[in-house]
């Protein structure tokens, strides 16, 4: 199973990105599918996530900027981004797999290697 995360780079604040995560070798078609960031020196820290049937969750730093959706037949996930901020710039991770609460990355099974997010003041 991989998970190839992509679209990252530098942006200025205020700018807009999107990141898309596609998955390959088995379908998540019925599980959850997130994105994590991590910041140097920062610990991994939950953005979204979304379920089946389209039921998101935001963490609130990024609620009313980011937009998460998902393309089952493509088995792909997407983060789009906007308004960004210094504060974002991070590793963005997607994960899936879910096996308990969403907002832990150690409940994802699946992760893929990150996508570098840059957002210059």
């Known amino acids: 199973v991989q998970l190839q995360a992509s679209g990252g780079g530098l942006v200025q604040a205020g700018g807009s990105l999107r990141l898309s995560c596609a998955a390959s070798?088995?379908?998540?078609?019925?599980?959850?599918m997130a994105w994590f960031r991590q910041a140097p020196g920062k610990e991994r820290e939950f953005v979204a996530v979304?379920?089946?049937?389209?039921?998101?969750s935001y963490a609130g730093s990024v609620k009313g900027r980011f937009t998460i959706s998902r393309d089952n037949a493509k088995n792909a996930v997407y983060l789009q981004m906007n308004s960004l901020k210094p504060e974002d710039t991070a590793i963005y991770l997607c994960?899936?797999?879910?096996?308990?609460?969403?907002?832990?990355?150690?409940?994802?099974?699946?992760w893929g290697q990150g996508t570098l997010v840059t957002v210059s003041s």
């Open positions: 070798g088995r379908t998540f078609g019925s599980s959850a």
């Open positions: 994960a899936t797999d879910l096996r308990g609460d969403y907002y832990y990355s150690a409940n994802y099974n699946y």
């Open positions: 979304i379920w089946t049937a389209d039921i998101t």
